[in-house]
């Protein structure tokens, strides 16, 4: 499964996600409307008038039968539901609980069709119903609402309310910087933007991905995780994590918790009515343990949602981390360490409940009324080792072996800085969101080999900015230098100027491919700015570029990726699922960016509509009239508008759309690196992590 169709799959399971909820809150209607009644029935003395309004005084045992018919099949299926995951029973699972439902069913039969024709009149118990399911609703639509719009927030919003703490960019202490430089390398290797590092204090060994985009993601790590691992078993943890974020599941954990959190909120609020006081204190204080009983059925169905959607995507997650790091040893280690340590994967902090699925591995020792969200640890160790000998190792410092690199004594591994075959660019595009370890080697290589004032730079929050507005500078002419460094003396922060000119100095010497990987370690620190600091970094990065009359693409790209990815982190991202479009239906947008490509790499109008044609034809857009824009080349503020608009696409025909790109711009038979970059930039922007070329992985040509 490629990158395209794993975010495709995690979309679907996103539409299955809302069916299976609505599900359970229909259970949860249900059991809280036989709840609500039994209450009746036990206060029908204290309340005689509500109490014959619903609920008659006879036929009272073949009520409450009913009510311990349900909440036994609950259980029961439940029950029958864990038995049959760890025993691997796919479609029995539904088959079996439905049939056992049906049966308990036909046993009652006599006492339904009896309590229902003889105790609760109809329209008195349509009005019971239609107000305990109206209250329920209530409650969980607020509650789940108000979590999502809590979680809008990003990745940062989880990692905080678990206690994490950022870890700086240019922290110098030995654990933080290992741990830093994996995750670092990882980004770069897969193409995708540095996320932000957190630590969490907690002794047990874990870690979890969270966000809704590449752009807002966090890793964080336990403090055991940082203190116990090797490199080699933290490698293998940090590309588990990449793994989620590259594979759409995060947006998706991110969406169970917000969804499970209303239905949470029917048993918290029913704790607060158990605390009642007063005369008239006892039918509410029952009608609050009703609502606390349903509520952790309706979150007992959740916590089902949850394990069944999270089970096998840690499996994928643990095959990803082998087949990129090409080190099973790595993963396998971490599993067998915690299986080892004394406190295992634990996390303490009772917020790690809700976000238990995100984790690597299980949080709690005991499930806590709600199911494993993760397979057991043997399970996982022995489909990456199958000679494993089911030995945990005793608790200790890693040895210094472990912490070698796995690729330490590989040939150093460079980036493709000739023209790349044709060929080679397209199969590129079938690598997104994927890296292995020639990659992995680059980027450890390209971080070790960047001029260490350089890498310090853009690891600190103020000289990250002077390096980007360095990078900007160098695409432009000589002649606009002057302009733009003015810009900068008179609109920057006090000594940015000053800062950029020095490092102007260096960028320009920098190999074409290491510009994007150089934006993307500077976003970590760039995060940091404060809200002020980025409205004037923001402003001078639109200035130094429209102050060129003759902007370059590469030069707008940057920009724009760099207000993608920043965006997220100062304004709110939105958590709602966006209505997801075909290329015909956004085939505008397309043949603008298309109709872009094509104009201005070719060296004559006549190469541009061959180019154009390619691309069109390629991504099934042949019978589009491209008449309009054949006539001139397409504004970058057009530009831009339509790659938004392309942000829209399904899965599936974002991939068909990059492959038109690439398309265009190989209709001549080999793209020089400066197209492919750009290419990786535009892929950039709408979310889909290109990886760098590097040779060893593509045929050359001149």
Known sequence: MNFFQAQDAARRSTSRLVVLFGLAIVVLVVVSYLLVSAVLWMYRHEVPSLYHATVSSTQNWEFFSIAIAVV????????????????????????????????VLWMYRHEVFSVYRTTVPWAQSWELFITTSGVILALIIAG??????????????????????????DSKDPLQRRTLNVVEEMAIASGTPVPQVYVLPESGINAFAAGYSPSDAVIGLTRGAMKSLSRTELQGVTAHEFSHILNGDMRLNMRVTGLLHGILLISLFGRMLMRARGRKAGAVVFAGLGLFIAGWAGFFFGSLIKAGISRQREF????????????????????????????QSIVAEPAAEQ?????????????????????????????????????????????????????????????????????????????????????LGYAKGLIDTLPDHLLEGVRDPY????????????????????????????HGDQGIHDLTLDF????????????????DLALPALRSMSLAQFTRFRQNLVKLVSIDSDIQVFEWALHRILIHHLDSAFVRPSARTRTMKSLQQLSGPCLTVLSFLAHSGAATPEAANSALKEALDSAGLSGVDRQALTAKLASFDELGQALDALAGLKPTAKQGFLQAC???????????????????AFADILDCPVPPVVLGQNPLTG
Request: some cysteine.
């Open 316 to 343: 994928l997650a643990d095959a990803s981390a082998v087949q990129f790091t090409r080190d099973p040893q790595g993963i396998a280690g971490a599993l067998k360490r915690i299986g080892g340590y004394p406190e």
């Open 72 to 103: 036994l099949t609950l259980l029961i299926t439940g029950s029958l539901y864990q038995i049959l995951v760890l025993a691997g029973g796919g479609y029995v699972v539904p088959v079996v609980s439905n049939l056992l439902v049906f049966w």
């Open 144 to 169: 789940s609402l108000y979590k999502l719009l809590v979680l809008s927030g990003g990745g940062r919003v989880v990692a905080e309310a678990l206690g994490g703490e950022a870890l700086s960019p």
């Open 504 to 519: 102007l100095r260096v960028v320009p010497g920098l190999k074409q491919t290491d510009r994007l990987p150089l934006v």
């Open 355 to 439: 976000i238990s699925h995100s984790f690597f591995a299980q949080v709690f020792a005991r499930s806590r009324f709600s199911f494993a969200t993760h397979p057991p640890l043997k399970e996982r160790i022995r489909r990456i080792d199958p000679g494993w000998d089911g030995q945990f190792p005793s608790p200790g410092k890693p040895t210094a072996d472990a912490d070698r690199d796995p690729d330490e004594s590989a040939a150093p591994v460079t980036p493709v800085t000739a023209s790349i075959a044709a060929t080679a660019a397209l199969a590129l595009l079938n690598e997104a969101g994927q890296m292995d370890v020639a990659r």
């Open 662 to 680: 690439v398309a265009c711009v190989v209709a001549d038979d080999q793209v020089v690196v400066e197209e492919m970059e750009l290419l990786r």
């Open 463 to 490: 000289s990250a900015r002077a390096i980007i507005y360095a990078l900007i500078v160098a695409q432009s002419d000589r002649q606009w230098h002057e302009a733009q460094l003015a810009h900068l003396k008179e």
